[in-house]
């Protein structure tokens, strides 16, 4: 069985950091390309960020270019998301994916920017 279990979410001010993590079992994580998409209150869901299998190639969403960084720990399986000079638009339920078989989720952790 997949899971997706994502932490790190939380209450920061307009300028600060946070990194996710998504631990993740089940599957053979290093030989799947991993993504982290969010749901702003209200909103529809929004791709934020992939990682190829070997880790070699990142994409991410214009609006989160060169604030963002995406990672991935084979040893750990842990899948994260560092995100600094965070806005109050980066406000939302952040939730990793994978397509392994089928889509699959995690419960998603919140992420409050708000001073």
């Known amino acids: 069985e997949v899971q997706l279990v994502e932490s790190g979410g939380g209450l920061v001010q307009p300028g600060g950091s946070l990194r996710l993590s998504c631990a993740a079992s089940g599957f053979n994580f290093s030989s799947y390309t991993m993504s982290w998409v969010r749901q702003a209150p209200g909103k529809g869901l929004e791709w934020v960020s992939s990682?190829?299998?070997?880790?070699?190639?990142?994409i991410y969403v214009d609006s989160v270019k060169g604030r963002f960084t995406i990672s991935g720990d084979n040893a750990k399986n842990t899948l994260y998301l560092q995100m600094n000079s965070l806005k109050p638009e980066d406000t939302a339920v952040y939730y990793c994916?994978?397509?392994?078989?089928?889509?699959?989720w995690g419960q998603g952790t919140h992420v409050t920017v708000s001073s």
């Open positions: 994916a994978t397509l392994y078989l089928t889509w699959n």
């Open positions: 990682i190829n299998s070997g880790g070699g190639t990142t």
